[in-house]
Nanobody, 116 residues
Framework: VRPEESGGGDVQAGGSLKVSCTAS????????MAWYRQAPGKERELVSL???????TYSESVKGRFVVSRDNPKRALDLQMNNLKTTDTAVYYC???????????WGRGTQVTVSS
């Protein structure tokens, strides 16, 4: 049931990277899902909230640069990150089934490192 992230890596500032989250069929079809990130020494931050059957919202820090999309056949929630900044360096986590601040299922995270 735990979501699973993939696709992290190293990229230069200004570049793009996509991370993906695969979830169980139940979670993908019935649950709100979200992308969070945690930078070294900082608190976990909500990046994007995907409301089941509804809207997607983004934090101010990524709005206009990051885009979330659903790949239904793969049960995947993709996070396309464009115009990356060094401040985007963090471990990115996928979460499912819950609401902002309180999700039941968490992935192990994938590291994204943006260098200048």
């Amino acid at each position: 049931v735990r979501p699973e992230e993939s696709g992290g890596g190293d990229v230069q500032a200004g570049g793009s990277l996509k991370v993906s989250c695969t979830a169980s069929q139940y979670a993908f079809d019935n649950c709100h899902m979200a992308w969070y990130r945690q930078a070294p020494g900082k608190e976990r931050e909500l990046v994007s909230l995907v409301v089941v059957g509804g809207s997607t919202t983004y934090s101010e820090s990524v709005k206009g640069r990051f885009v979330v999309s659903r790949d239904n056949p793969k049960r995947a929630l993709d996070l396309q990150m464009n115009n990356l900044k060094t401040t985007d360096t963090a471990v990115y986590y996928c979460a499912a089934c819950g609401s902002e601040g309180q999700f039941t299922f968490w992935g192990r995270g994938t590291q994204v490192t943006v260098s200048s």
